[in-house]
């Protein structure tokens, strides 16, 4: 799988040697408003999204950064290949054709031409994202694609992000309480979580679009895994399920992070636990956070879904 995945492992250590070269003022972008890692997310390319097709079938996954999208990514590759029984020939087939069309690993990732080049691609197609719906292309809506909001609690969220702002080249580094402050007031890269989850709320009740809460795939991932696949229309038995659910659990994922994703496979994967927030947060960072959760989310259906009170209170 590593060799198979070389394209992917390519980009994204080129993406953090050219982080590594830019000044902190020359490392972010901004697109309708929203900060973007300059080396990853183009301007052009963000504008470009909208000549994007999606088909009927393609499988949309968007997570706001530090959610567990690369987790959830790994589930739904596995529910794809062991639903469609691909022999090992049709998966080189498909990564061949992965590296020779240059796919990126997120959808908003790369130049402006690769959404042509998508085009290429075999259905069924699984795209991920952590764009907001106002910025995805309008045809994932009106071709009614199966899209999955995965939702984290924002406490651990904002921890997550934290440490991985300050471990990758391509942000600009920042203290604890100044990363704080940032994110409350949406400062950081792909723009407010509370926007996110906010804006996501309003097509929860659409039957192409689920949400899928972090914590409760911790939790009870043999659940969780079957509800997706049902979902998606995957048809898998009992034992199948329980094949993708230890083929995916973070701890495999992290011992084989390196060999798949190279430099980087190091930096995504830290803890992936709950309740680390605690570790960080400052009494009054604590209730500001809880004020600003209360104001934007509590009364919203996935604010709800994010049990704050279970994961954010002590």
């Not at 809506?141 to 300050?166: E, G, Q």
């Not at 890269?189 to 009740?205: A, L, N, R």
């Not at 947060?281 to 049990?307: V, W």
Request: aromatic fraction near 12%.
């Amino acid at each position: 799988m590593a060799q198979d995945r070389k394209h992917v492992v390519e980009f994204l250590d080129r993406m953090l040697m050219d982080g590594s070269k830019l000044s902190s003022e020359e490392k972010l972008c901004s697109y309708k408003g929203v900060l973007y890692p300059i080396t990853i997310c183009r301007p052009e390319t963000l504008q470009a999204l909208e000549t994007f097709e999606a088909r009927r079938d393609d499988v949309i996954m968007t997570g706001y950064p530090k959610c567990g999208s690369h987790w959830l990514e790994g589930i739904l590759n596995n529910l794809s290949i062991t639903s469609a029984k691909y022999t090992e020939e049709e998966m080189k087939k498909r990564t061949d054709l992965e590296k020779e069309l240059k796919i990126t690993p997120r959808l908003e990732f790369g130049d402006p031409d690769k959404f042509k080049r998508m085009e290429k691609l075999p259905s069924r197609r699984i795209i991920i994202t952590h764009l907001t719906p106002d910025i995805l292309p309008k045809s994932v809506f009106r071709n009614k694609a199966k899209v999955l909001v995965l939702i984290r609690n924002p406490k651990d969220t904002l921890v997550s992000f934290f440490h991985f702002n300050n471990k990758m080249p391509i942000f600009p580094k920042r203290t604890w309480d100044a990363y704080f402050t940032d994110f409350m007031n949406g400062k950081v890269s792909w723009g407010s979580y509370f926007d996110f989850v906010k804006e996501w709320d309003k097509y929860i009740d659409n039957e192409n679009v689920t949400a899928v809460n972090y914590e409760d795939l911790k939790e009870n991932p043999n659940l969780e895994v079957k509800r997706i696949a049902k979902f998606l229309g995957f048809s898998l038995t009992e034992e199948e399920i329980q094949s993708v659910v230890e083929k995916s659990r973070f701890k495999t994922m992290k011992e084989s992070g390196q060999e798949t994703l190279g430099a980087f496979g190091d930096i995504l994967f830290r803890k992936g636990s709950v309740g680390d927030w605690k570790t960080l947060f400052s009494e009054s960072q604590n209730k500001e956070m809880d004020r600003k959760f209360e104001e934007y989310l509590a009364g919203t259906k996935l604010g709800a879904q994010i049990k704050y009170d279970i994961y954010c209170k002590i």
